[in-house]
């Protein structure tokens, strides 16, 4: 009993001062739901900080499939709005409504995965995502991705984005509204690596297809990750990079993963430092 009081003490006996008086709002990874990332609102409310979650449902999901639709997606030229203009303007109004709550005051955005490049695109240019006169830095201060496969390879007829990725690297290179004052911080791990060119058995091979549909070829003979995205991909040029030993994609049980409570402390501490 001690020593686990010892544990909360430790873990959630921590003032963040800064973020208590802010608000997160978390983006969903490709294919998850809101209800994915109830623990990370548990542990934020241990903290005094309150998080949001734009409000993704699973079977959503399945209308990505009208980009199939356009003769783009088969040409790898696809842009987002195509695929995620559902999941843009949803992250758009849960945005919106975050900033109210927090008396009109910017915020940090989050996402995982996939959520992450995502929120790159709401960011947008400086003004957000469909709008003239919303400017970005008006609503976010902060950037944070988790396991976000940022960086996608040349070869567009292995990208699975179909040409998504490609258009955000394209339009919002790096760290592209640092110029704005807004700030990127990206968290990648390389607790599996998995060899490039030896037998890794049915389960790391699947995590090595992941990993290669991300970076299409490397000169490694290991490649290092978080299960599903490598690191190499997971930071943007000029963010404040965070790499970890043992953190997964997603929660495992009796694993760490990203918003686990003692790895999101980690990183809480970088964010509040940054702010």
């Known amino acids: 009993m001690i020593l686990l009081f010892l544990f909360f003490l430790g873990t959630y ?30 542990n934020g409310n241990q903290w005094n900080i309150e998080i949001d979650i734009v409000p993704i449902h699973r079977f959503e999901w399945l209308r990505v499939s009208s980009g199939l639709l356009d003769k783009n997606y088969w040409n790898y030229n696809i842009e987002p709005s195509s695929m995620f203009n559902w999941y843009l303007n949803k992250s758009k109004t849960a945005l919106l409504n975050s900033v109210s709550k927090n008396n009109g005051q910017p915020i940090v955005l989050c996402g995982h995965s996939a959520g992450g490049w995502l929120a790159r695109i709401l960011m947008n240019n400086g003004t957000l995502y469909k709008e003239q006169e ?72 699947i995590v090595k297809n992941s990993y290669m549909s991300v970076l299409g070829k490397t000169d490694s003979e290991i490649i290092e990750g978080d299960s599903i995205v490598p690191i190499e991909s997971s930071h943007l040029k000029n963010s404040i990079q965070m790499n970890f030993e ?30």
């Open 246 to 275: 043992d953190v997964y994609h997603f929660p495992r049980n009796e694993k760490k993963y990203y918003w686990e409570s003692t790895i999101m402390k980690e990183w809480l501490e970088i964010l509040e430092e940054t702010i």
């Open 134 to 205: 919303l400017q970005t830095n008006h609503y976010i201060n902060t950037l944070v991705t988790m396991g976000s496969p940022h960086n996608c390879h040349n070869n567009k007829k292995l990208d699975p984005t179909h040409g998504c990725l490609t258009y955000v690297n394209k339009n919002f290179p790096g760290s592209y509204l640092r110029k704005y004052n807004i700030k990127y911080i990206t968290l990648g791990s390389k607790v599996k690596p998995v060899f490039v060119n030896k037998t890794n058995g049915l389960k790391n091979n």
């Open 13 to 42: 006996g921590y003032v963040f001062p800064k973020l208590s008086n802010s608000r997160i709002l978390l983006l969903p990874g490709y294919g998850c739901d809101k209800d994915d990332y109830k623990d990370m609102i548990y």
